[in-house]
């Protein structure tokens, strides 16, 4: 479906959509952004994958990027709070080096991997570039990211901490750096809103979900274009 398709089904979407939704969509889409993403390493906790969706919801990252290597994502529901319908979820899981995998992919879209660790020598929220595109990359609270997603990042972020505890639970870790850094994009001249045919993709995208049986109207607007 080329983008003046993609155009005319999401006009003929608006149809059936209310006035309070439309204007809702328009509020949400401004602030959604893809300079930051967040990749994360094989969660296994429903609870925590969860909470990091809501966290993406709220601060306005629209895509979220998971490894299944050797943990299932699962979301809790009563968690996410219906999160995940205004997301992006792109999964890796059909290869052995499923990190490398999502790495290059990042990489070839101009991301930056940037791996979450305690190290000290590591940038803070506070003092990481955020001229070029940034995918933070987040493990499990067992055993933190694994040996290749360490060693094949190309910058490292630390959370500063101060008591006795290692480190902070995956969606406080989450939460703590994407609202740090997606306050930092708003309050910068970095160009880091969607574009045009990004914001026509996922308001088409909503759409869908929002409308009952979209799948029948769709096949219904095809069938008259084409007649």
Same mark, same amino acid.
């Given at each position: ?67 299944? +290597? ?8 009563? #968690? %996410? !709070?219906?999160?995940?319908?205004? =997301? &992006? ?34 940038? +803070? ?8 595109? #940034? %995918? !933070?990359?987040?493990?499990?609270? =067992? &055993? ?84």
């Amino acid at each position: 479906m080329d983008i003046n398709q993609k155009k005319a089904l999401l006009n003929f979407f608006q149809e059936f959509i209310t006035p309070e939704r439309k204007k809702l969509f328009k509020q949400v889409l401004q602030q959604r952004t893809r300079h930051i993403t967040i990749l994360l390493e094989d969660i296994y906790q429903p609870h925590n994958a969860s909470a990091v969706l809501r966290t993406c919801d709220l601060t306005g990252v629209q895509d979220v990027h998971i490894i299944e +290597t050797r943990n299932e994502y699962n979301v809790n529901p009563d #968690v %996410a !709070l219906g999160s995940s319908k205004w =997301l &992006n979820l792109v999964k890796y899981n059909q290869k052995e080096h499923n990190t490398l995998n999502a790495y290059n992919k990042l990489r070839k879209r101009g991301y930056r991997i940037v791996a979450t660790t305690p190290n000290k020598n590591a940038y +803070t929220p506070e003092t990481i570039p955020l001229e070029g595109k #940034v %995918a !933070l990359v987040f493990g499990t609270e =067992l &055993n933190g990211l694994t040996d290749e997603a360490m060693d094949h990042a190309d910058e490292y972020l630390r959370i500063p901490m101060y008591g006795f505890t290692e480190s902070f639970n995956i969606s406080v870790s989450a939460a703590l750096v994407l609202y740090a850094l997606t306050s930092r994009l708003r309050n910068s001249e970095i160009s880091w809103q969607l574009d045009s045919d990004e914001r026509t993709d996922i308001l088409l995208e909503w759409s869908r979900r929002s409308i009952k049986k979209s799948d029948a109207l769709e096949r219904q607007f095809f069938r008259s274009l084409n007649s």
